[in-house]
């Protein structure tokens, strides 16, 4: 019995085991500086910068110390480049959330939506970004003019499209700067505590967008 059914097994066919892929030297590296990132991320967002050391974030990232300096000289190098890193992230996280929006308000509640949800899913980001400030310079002003640079040319799409009035390019970057603190201290205040998240979010997303739309109208 035990013959015949092992005769009887149907075995896989041909083209259904797929050798792996070997990787080139730079795709090993670029997922090694990956993986680097995600550990230093992680270890920032519950430890916070100073208490960072290179140390906790090759055990996360699973490497011995000597390879972190195979692809940065310092820790500060590496913090440098982390939050403009994980803000591209959080950008290609953000972007197929608000794609087809009618207008820039559709846009913007989207948006603020997608950013939550975002933070929600990666809650240690918030610290990356708030202590970047005096730990990382560098990496917060980045972080804040890539984000300015296409949130200004998307209020400059809505002022061609007649959606928004009466600003100037130099006014639509102020106003970009505005609508990025208030989602940060939003949700500082509102959403950090996912109960209250749940029982306030509706009410705080309408209440901005009405001053959005009131203010830029």
């Given at each position: 019995?035990?013959?015949?059914?092992?005769?009887?097994?149907?075995l896989p066919s041909k083209g259904t085991i797929r050798p792996r892929k070997r990787l080139t030297r730079e795709e090993r590296s670029a997922d090694v500086r990956e993986a680097i990132f995600q550990a230093a991320a992680k270890v920032v967002g519950e430890y916070?910068?100073?208490?960072a050391s290179i140390s906790k974030i090759t055990e996360l990232a699973g490497f011995a110390q000597g390879t972190f300096y195979l692809y940065f000289e310092s820790r500060q190098e590496l913090f440098d480049e982390l939050l403009p890193h994980v803000g591209a992230d959080m950008l290609r996280y953000i972007r197929?959330?608000?794609a087809g929006a009618k207008d820039i308000y559709e846009m913007e509640e989207r948006g603020i939506r997608a950013f939550f949800d975002y933070l929600n899913e990666n809650?240690?980001?918030?610290?990356?970004?708030?202590?970047?400030e005096t730990a990382a310079p560098i990496a917060h002003r980045k972080h804040y003019q890539v984000l300015?640079?296409?949130?200004?040319?998307?209020?400059?799409?809505?002022a061609r499209a007649g959606e928004i009035k009466n600003f100037d390019r130099e006014e639509l970057e102020t106003v970009s700067y505005m609508m990025m603190s208030a989602?940060?201290?939003?949700y500082m205040r509102y959403?950090?505590?996912?109960?209250?998240?749940?029982?306030?979010?509706?009410?705080?997303?309408?209440?901005y967008m009405k001053v959005v739309k009131s203010g830029l109208n």
């Open positions: 019995m035990g013959r015949t059914a092992k005769a009887t097994e149907k916070g910068y100073a208490n197929p959330r608000v809650p240690g980001f918030i610290r990356v970004l708030n202590e970047a300015a640079t296409k949130y200004v040319a998307a209020l400059e799409r809505a989602r940060s201290y939003l959403f950090k505590n996912r109960d209250q998240a749940k029982k306030q979010s509706e009410k705080v997303i309408k209440a």
